[in-house]
């Protein structure tokens, strides 16, 4: 079983930066995927942010696209989405997330994943 913890979250004035953390236990990060969605009040969670599983590739909603940059420290079994230029429309609940499959692509729906974090809030004011 894979425990995940998100870190980071708070609140920042728009044009802001944040960098949230993502902390796997139980078993290593290292050869899978992982992604990061976020889910705003009201709204269906959508994708966000995806790494393959060495960090050679990754994958970005166009809305994010520019301003977020996903990565990865297998070493210390983490995987990091950096939030520049920070939107009040980017305020939300933000989930990291990884599967089982080995030496996976990023991917960027929901069903490829199998572990979830508790998520984390992001805020970001006006």
């Known amino acids: 079983q894979v425990q995940l913890v998100e870190s980071g979250g708070g609140l920042v004035q728009a044009g802001g930066s944040l960098r949230l953390s993502c902390a796997a236990s139980g078993r290593t990060f290292s050869g899978y995927a992982a992604g990061w969605f976020r889910q705003a009040p009201g709204k269906e969670r959508e994708f966000v942010a995806a790494?393959?599983?060495?960090?050679?590739?990754?994958y970005y909603a166009d809305s994010v696209k520019g301003r977020f940059t996903v990565s990865r420290d297998n070493a210390k079994n983490t995987v990091y989405l950096q939030m520049n230029s920070l939107k009040p429309e980017d305020t939300a609940v933000y989930y990291c997330?990884?599967?089982?499959?080995?030496?996976?692509?990023?991917?960027?729906?929901?069903?490829?994943?199998?572990?979830w974090g508790q998520g984390t809030q992001v805020t970001v004011s006006s």
């Open positions: 790494i393959n599983w060495s960090g050679s590739s990754t």
């Open positions: 997330a990884t599967n089982t499959v080995r030496f996976g692509a990023a991917a960027n729906r929901e069903y490829e994943y199998h572990y």
